[in-house]
């Protein structure tokens, strides 16, 4: 008989599913089987797998060690990816708030929120194993609990990622950011001058094989999903180019009402607006005088704050290279 006290990690969750972490090689089939025949017991009684379980829950599992150990982790190679994600730096990853249930990073360009492939280390594992080192995550726990990343950015986007560091703030963030009750804002440099506030709206299509996405008017296909973007300008500012060339671009505020696959980039040039070193969306030749003039070798597009429903706000500062084009920064948080 093993026996398991629920922990915090544990607390919340479907008993079927936390049995599924511990027998990850059984089939739900089995598990059920077992919970009828009494061999799985949640405090001593009969349970169906729907409780919900709560802390200091009491898990009987009455197997021969043999089968135990057929469908329980392999403990030998989870130490191994736990000792290894250990090892793993944060990489130009700033950590920006952090409390029991979760934690939130500045991303830098050029890394993946989360894995592509399993061969990626992405912001999602070097996350994880500065909760290791800082023993904000035991072994015990990550046996049957991983901590993860519940917002994507673009592998080119900079900015605010969100981390579920226990069960609870992963459901947390889950719910908040499902229902839109987190508001997220982003920082935009684009190409041109924009005088108003807006929310604009469409159909976003997008094209797996290239990886690319169109903004209609209309739906293109039952494929086609609704859009919203609201915008607010910050500054615009005059940059030279050249012999006697100038251009004006303007500082964003965007609101993602909803959050789709590259919608921000795409909605913005949409309405003649790209953003500057975007080079899937943007306008090549303005892209390169601001590589050749400010080293700009990447969108600006940065997920700058979210403010939770209870009036949390937290923020990730730009990255220094948006410094180079004039924009005043400093009194962002104030504007809101």
Known sequence: MKEFIAGRNESGQRLDKYLKKLLPNASMGFIYKMLRK?????NDKKASGTEIVSLDDNIKIYLSDETFEKFSVNEEGLKKDFNALGQLKLNGLVIVYEDDDILAASKPVNML??????????????????????????????????????????????????????????????????????????????????????????????????????????????????????????????????????????????????????????????????????????????NELFKEKYGIKSQLLHAHHVIFPDGRYIMAEPPHIWNRLGFEFNNLKQQN
């Open 38 to 42: 009494k061999n799985i017991k949640l």
């Open 113 to 286: 929120s989360q894995k592509a492939v399993p061969s990626d280390i992405s912001a999602n594992e070097r996350l994880i194993g500065y909760l290791i080192n800082e023993g904000s995550l035991t072994f015990e726990d990550f046996k049957s609990f991983k901590p993860s990343v519940c917002n994507r950015l673009d592998r080119n986007t900079s900015g605010l990622i969100l981390m579920g560091k226990s069960l609870h703030g992963l459901q947390y963030l889950s719910k908040v950011l499902k229902d839109r009750t987190a508001e997220k804002y982003y920082l935009a440099v684009v190409d041109g001058v924009v005088g108003e506030n807006m929310t604009i709206e469409g159909y976003l299509t997008k094209d797996e094989a290239l990886n690319k996405v169109q903004i209609t008017t209309e739906p293109v296909n039952d494929d086609s999903l609704p859009v919203k973007t609201a915008y607010r300008p910050l500054e615009t500012v005059e940059v030279t180019g050249g012999a006697s060339h100038y251009k004006e671009i303007t500082l964003l505020e965007v609101h993602l009402i909803t959050g789709r696959s590259h919608q921000i980039r795409a909605h913005l040039t949409s309405i003649g607006h790209p953003i500057i070193g975007d080079m899937k969306y943007g306008n090549r030749k303005v």
